[in-house]
C-alpha cells in the first residue's frame, strides 16, 4: 500500500502545493479535495479526488470513500446554486480505455445547462479559458468559505422546459 506521492501525479504534485488558483484545488478536507479541471468541458468541471494517491474506487477506505461521496455530493449542490447550473454530470473514468487520463482517483462534476449538448461551446481560446478558471475558482472559493450558501437556492427550477 503506497500512500506515497509519485513524482509524475499531477494531482499529488498540485495537492503538495498550497491551496491557490495557480494548483487550481478549491477545498481540501482530511480525506478529500475539490479541484478545478485544467481543461474543463464546460465552466464550472471539477474533480473530486481522494487527498491519498490511489488508483482504483476499491482501493479507498471506508472513510475515504464516504469523504469523497459526501464532497461529490456538496459540489454538487454547490454547481446547482452558486454556477447555477440546471444539472450536472457526476462520472468516473476508470482506465485508458474508458478515457481516464491522469492515474490519480478522480469524480469529475460537470455542471450543464438546457443547449449545451456540445460540450465544447465554452472552450474557445486559452486565454479566455485562463480568465475563466480564475473567475470560477473565485466563486467556488466564496461559496466554501460561506458554509452553507444554501439558502434557497433556486433548485427547485420547476423544469422551465418541460422535461
Ligand atoms: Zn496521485
Not at 479541484?35 to 494517491?53: A, E, I, Q, S, T
Not at 472552450?123 to 467556488?140: M, P
Request: aromatic share 4%.
Amino acid at each position: 500500500m503506497s500512500g506515497d506521492r509519485p513524482d509524475d501525479c499531477a494531482f499529488c504534485a498540485a495537492l503538495a502545493k498550497d491551496d491557490g488558483p495557480e494548483n487550481l484545488i478549491v477545498h481540501r478536507e482530511e480525506h478529500a479535495a475539490l479541484l478545478l479541471n485544467k481543461f474543463p468541458y464546460n465552466n464550472g468541471h471539477c474533480l473530486v479526488v481522494p487527498r491519498r494517491h490511489l488508483v482504483e474506487p476499491s482501493e479507498m477506505t471506508g472513510e475515504e470513500s464516504a469523504a469523497v461521496w459526501a464532497l461529490v455530493a456538496r459540489t454538487a449542490d454547490l454547481l446547482r446554486g452558486e454556477l447555477r447550473g440546471q444539472g450536472v454530470n457526476v462520472g468516473l473514468n476508470l482506465g485508458s480505455a474508458a478515457g481516464g487520463s491522469i492515474r490519480h482517483l478522480h469524480v469529475h462534476l460537470v455542471p450543464r445547462w438546457s443547449g449545451d449538448t456540445n460540450f465544447m461551446p465554452v472552450i474557445g481560446e486559452t486565454k479566455v479559458l485562463v480568465e475563466l478558471l480564475h473567475d470560477t475558482y473565485a466563486r467556488f472559493a466564496a461559496a466554501l468559505a460561506g458554509g452553507s450558501t444554501e439558502s434557497d437556492a433556486t433548485s427547485s427550477c420547476d423544469g422551465g422546459d418541460g422535461a
